[in-house]
Nanobody, 125 residues
Framework: QLQLVESGGGLVQPGESLRLSCAAS????????IAWFRQAPGKEREGVGC???????DSAEFGKGRFTIHKDTARNTVYLQMNSLKPEDTAVYYC???????????????????WGEGILVTVSS
C-alpha cells in the first residue's frame, strides 16, 4: 500500500518554529518528488513547496526565507521546516507524491498521485 503520513503538527505561538514530517511507505523517495500543500479554513488549497528526486527545491512566495524542505532518503521521509510562523500559516498541511519530479519539482496538485491525510498546524497566541 502506497502511503504518506504527516506528523509534527500542533499549536505554536507566532514567531515560533515547527517541523513537519512526511513519511513514505510502500514506495521510495528515489522515485518520487514530494510537495507540501496547505488548506486554511474557508480557503482553497495552496502549494507550499516541494523537493524533487534530485533534491532540488522550490517554494511558494509566502514561504521563501521562512520555510525549507529537505529529505532523508535513508528514513524515506521529507521534512518541512517552518520558521517565524504567523497566524496566517494556520492550516491543515498535506504532503503528496509526484512521480514525475525527477529533476525539478512542482506544487501543482494535479500532478500528485499519492496524498497524506493532512495534519493541523495552528499558530496563535
Amino acid at each position: 500500500q502506497l502511503q504518506l503520513v504527516e506528523s509534527g503538527g500542533g499549536l505554536v505561538q507566532p514567531g515560533e518554529s515547527l517541523r513537519l514530517s512526511c513519511a513514505a511507505s510502500g514506495f521510495h523517495l528515489n522515485g518520487y518528488g514530494i510537495a507540501w500543500f496547505r488548506q486554511a479554513p474557508g480557503k482553497e488549497r495552496e502549494g507550499v513547496g516541494c523537493i524533487s528526486v534530485a533534491g532540488l527545491t522550490d517554494s511558494a512566495e509566502f514561504g521563501k526565507g521562512r520555510f525549507t524542505i529537505h529529505k532523508d532518503t535513508a528514513r524515506n521521509t521529507v521534512y518541512l521546516q517552518m520558521n517565524s510562523l504567523k497566524p496566517e500559516d494556520t492550516a491543515v498541511y498535506y504532503c503528496a507524491a509526484d512521480g514525475k519530479a525527477f529533476y525539478r519539482c512542482s506544487i501543482d496538485g494535479e500532478r500528485m498521485r499519492i496524498w497524506g491525510e493532512g495534519i493541523l498546524v495552528t499558530v496563535s497566541s
